[in-house]
């Protein structure tokens, strides 16, 4: 499945984002989808992933309440509404998606968006 990711940008120290997945060729909705980030020399981090219910949403430590993953099958998209931004939140997004869960596993995804920016300034 072909997925876009978009909604990245540059936001001051304790702003907002929503982030945005939208699957292209098939039915998001039949997949668990996570986010992942990554800087520059790291490995890509678990942000948060939600399972094909949708009921069920799973964070990564460091979110600390701060976002909220959803789904909207009526878009074929799936969002991360990111809150009180740091700087630490500085990374390039990306959706994925897989058949199993749990989803903090960047293995057991399938297919990958291209990644969004997001920069958070101090």
């Known amino acids: 499945v072909q997925l876009q990711a978009s909604g990245g940008g540059l936001v001051e120290t304790g702003g907002s984002l929503r982030l945005s997945c939208a699957a292209v060729?098939?039915?998001?909705?039949?997949?668990?989808v996570g986010w992942f980030r990554q800087t520059p020399g790291k490995e890509r981090e678990f942000v948060a992933a939600?399972?094909?219910?949708?009921?069920?949403?799973d964070y990564g430590d460091f979110v600390k309440g701060r976002f909220s993953m959803s789904r909207d099958n009526n878009r074929n998209a799936v969002s991360l509404q990111m809150n009180r931004l740091e700087p630490e939140d500085t990374a390039v997004y990306y959706c994925?998606?897989?058949?199993?869960?749990?989803?903090?596993?960047?293995?057991?995804?399938?297919?990958w968006g291209q990644g969004t920016l997001v920069t958070v300034s101090s």
């Open positions: 060729g098939r039915a998001i909705s039949t997949y668990v």
């Open positions: 939600i399972a094909r219910s949708g009921g069920i949403t």
């Open positions: 994925g998606v897989s058949r199993l869960w749990p989803g903090r596993r960047y293995s057991i995804y399938d297919d």
